[in-house]
Nanobody
Framework: QVQLVESGGGLVQAGGSLRLSCAAS????????VGWFRQAPGKEREFVAA????????YYADSVKGRFTISRDNAKNTMYLQMNSLKPEDTAVYHC???????????????????WGQGTQVTVSS
């Protein structure tokens, strides 16, 4: 069963922090790059961050660079997104995604990802 499950979302004040987790089945996580996307109400889904299979290559959207950090623990089949200095414009549903097996490099294009989680809501109040 291919499965990605996000957790860690919630309500936080501007300037605060949250840590999102994405737990995956081994089949959905191994030997591939993974990433985070978000979608705010009335807006299109947008890229947030991505990380290679080895973890040595990361990409970030300009809007989160310097504030968010993506990481992964392959032994636990889990990916993380540490979000600091949160802003109201970070409010969205955050989805984790996994590329097809064998695609080790991260990419910012959503159509390059094969598996998606249901999402976790992040709300940042001003």
């Amino acid at each position: 069963q291919v499965q990605l499950v996000e957790s860690g979302g919630g309500l936080v004040q501007a300037g605060g922090s949250l840590r999102l987790s994405c737990a995956a089945s081994e089949r959905a996580f191994s030997n591939r790059a993974v990433g985070w996307f978000r979608q705010a109400p009335g807006k299109e889904r947008e890229f947030v961050a991505a990380i290679s299979w080895s973890g040595d290559s990361t990409y970030y959207a300009d809007s989160v660079k310097g504030r968010f950090t993506i990481s992964r623990d392959n032994a636990k089949n889990t990916m993380y997104l540490q979000m600091n200095s949160l802003k109201p414009e970070d409010t969205a549903v955050y989805h984790c995604a996994a590329r097809s097996r064998g695609y080790y490099s991260p990419t910012l294009y959503s159509d390059h990802y094969e598996y998606w989680g249901q999402g976790t809501q992040v709300t940042v109040s001003s």
